[in-house]
């Protein structure tokens, strides 16, 4: 993580040609209301046990999800995370019988981060995650906390439906990362 933007501008310039991972993240802090409401009946609070099988799912749709061992790593991080910050809350979005959408509240009482918000490819598009990012915020609200923020790809389209939903970027900062053999892009590279 390099949190100075213009650093991180320099160092991705000169560690993506040695094939690492170089990811934009915008903070945004929730400021003002969403443009309008989700659809309702689409996204519930749920226990632990039945947002890591919802979040299993997803996480098997990533091109490192093919190994069932990352997904169990992955899955049980998110646990244990959750397991360290003094409260979580769990939300699934739920479409044609399928759970099919993630969002994870996070708080330590002051502030609260809305994370994991994931969607199946086939149930994209049907507003899920508006409905679990929205339930998420009602949720830090009622919770009072004085700062709610989610952190986003800044450049991927999640973050035009954060704005809608009331946040706004408050900074920025760069990810690297130098992926396994297992992303398209290390492969890409071997030429397979």
């Known amino acids: 993580m390099v949190e100075r933007f213009d650093l991180g501008e320099r160092l991705a310039r000169g560690l ?3 094939r690492w991972l ?3 993240d915008v903070y945004m802090a929730l400021r003002r209301p969403r443009d309008r409401p989700a659809e309702p009946g689409l996204a519930r609070e749920v226990d ?3 947002h890591r099988i919802a979040e299993a799912a997803t996480v098997r749709e990533e091109p ?4 069932e061992e990352v997904v169990r790593q992955l899955v049980g991080m998110r ?3 959750g397991e360290a910050v003094p409260a979580v809350r769990f939300f699934v979005g739920r479409v044609d019988g399928v759970d099919a959408a993630v969002t994870t509240l996070y708080s330590d009482g002051a502030t609260a981060q809305v994370e994991d918000v994931a969607t199946l ?3 994209r598009r049907r507003g899920l995650a508006r409905a679990t990012v929205s339930a998420a915020i009602d949720a830090a609200v009622e919770m009072g ?3 709610v923020f989610i952190v986003a790809d800044d450049d991927d389209w999640p973050k035009e439906l954060y704005a809608r939903l009331g946040f706004d970027p408050i900074g920025r900062a760069w990810a690297f990362t130098r992926p396994g053999p297992e992303h398209p892009a ?5 030429g397979q």
């Open 64 to 67: 490192y999800g093919r190994d």
């Open 22 to 24: 170089a990811e934009r």
């Open 145 to 147: 906390h004085r700062l």
């Open 186 to 190: 290390h492969r890409a590279a071997a």
């Open 79 to 81: 646990t244990a995370l």
């Open 16 to 18: 993506r040609p040695h």
């Open 48 to 50: 632990a046990a039945t």
């Open 121 to 123: 490819r086939d149930h």
